[in-house]
């Protein structure tokens, strides 16, 4: 079969390769992958940025959705020709996150998505909504259900409650299709306006293009009568952090996920304190967490936001396509058999 790997850090370092064809054992499932889509992670650990000490060569991508093609002894969760997406990390099943729950995440600690067929334990995988084409199913494993979680666990999200989203890539724009779905006030930032334009279309309340207006949390606070968001989903870092802070109201929430921004002015400690925040890192979430999800997407009907679709062959443009920082949602591969 064919994949792809990291043999050395860097975007031209990305090889197609052959490899051979797995076969599912006890308790395992082999699936045809029919598409998987790109998370800022996969960037930073093809450059080399995520993890220097990552063990090469290494099959890159968290996130894909296939079909059942086998199934080894013993296996009752899924039967050929079942169309299921793999969980972010394999070992995350239910409950809190722990040291062993936490480890076996896919294109990182073990090999990805990125290759025509995966092995993969039967626990790690979930069924996916039907109304799903393959390259959507493919966009839920990371960036979906750590929106879910930002909002569902971070934020005890209720309708009426106003929620910031940071730009308009995959995490920011599940976050926002999510916030409507639940009911929720929801104010972007982007460096675009013709991105800030796509996301009202999606249901965006209100927009603020923060080079124009590099004081954003300002803008937040008018726009909440200067009570300020109930929560932040905060994709920067460093970069957003103060910002995102001042934005809150007292006893608001930053769901920390990404660090997209470099520089800022550090933690203003008086102002966790004097805001009562409650300030929540978020790392994706468990199976159950994914299944949760599922289920409001199959009710709602909601459709995730593709950017584009590369080819198989064309995956060292999909890379580039994300550190461009031009798209609008999830940059997805497509793997055709």
């Not at 393959?134 to 009426?160: D, F, Q, R, S, Y």
Request: overall charge neutral; aromatic content about 6%; hydrophobic content about 45%.
């Amino acid at each position: 079969m064919k994949g792809w790997r990291i043999p050395a850090f860097g975007i031209e370092k990305l090889e197609k390769v052959e490899l051979p064809d797995p076969a599912p054992q006890r308790g395992e499932v082999l699936v045809r992958v029919h598409a998987v889509s790109w998370n800022y992670r996969d960037l930073m650990m093809t450059l080399g940025k995520y993890n220097p000490r990552m063990k090469l060569p290494r099959i890159p991508c968290s996130d894909g959705a296939g079909e059942v093609a086998a199934v080894g002894e013993g296996v009752t969760r899924v039967q050929v020709g079942d169309r299921v997406a793999g969980i972010f990390m394999q070992n995350w099943i239910d409950g809190d996150a722990d040291a062993a729950k936490t480890r076996g995440a896919l294109g990182g600690d073990i090999d990805g998505m990125l290759r025509e067929f995966v092995v993969l334990n039967e626990r790690g995988v979930v069924h996916f909504p039907v109304h799903l084409s393959w390259e959507e199913a493919a966009t839920l494993p990371c960036a979906g259900v750590t929106a879910w979680n930002a909002l569902v666990h971070a934020g005890g999200i209720k309708a009426g409650d106003t929620v910031v989203i940071l730009g308009t890539g995959g995490v920011s724009v599940f976050a926002l299709q999510f916030a409507k779905m639940m009911g929720a006030r929801v104010l972007g930032t982007s460096s675009s306006d013709a991105k800030l334009e796509r996301a009202k279309a999606l249901g965006l309340d209100a927009g603020i293009n923060y080079r124009a207006q590099p004081a954003w949390d300002e803008w937040v606070m008018a726009e909440t009568g200067g009570k300020g968001a109930d929560i932040v989903v905060e994709v920067g870092g460093a970069g957003t952090l103060t910002r995102s802070l001042r934005s809150l109201r007292i006893g608001g929430a930053v769901a920390q996920i990404g660090v997209l921004s470099e520089g800022g002015e550090g933690i203003e400690v008086p102002l966790l304190l004097s805001r009562q925040v409650h300030l929540r890192g978020i790392y994706v979430g468990s199976r159950a967490d994914f299944e949760m999800m599922n289920r409001a997407v199959s009710q709602q009907k909601l459709k995730p936001v593709v950017d584009e679709v590369f080819s198989f062959g064309d995956a060292p443009a999909a890379l580039r396509r994300m550190q461009s920082g031009t798209h609008f949602g999830k940059v997805v591969t497509s793997v055709m058999h």
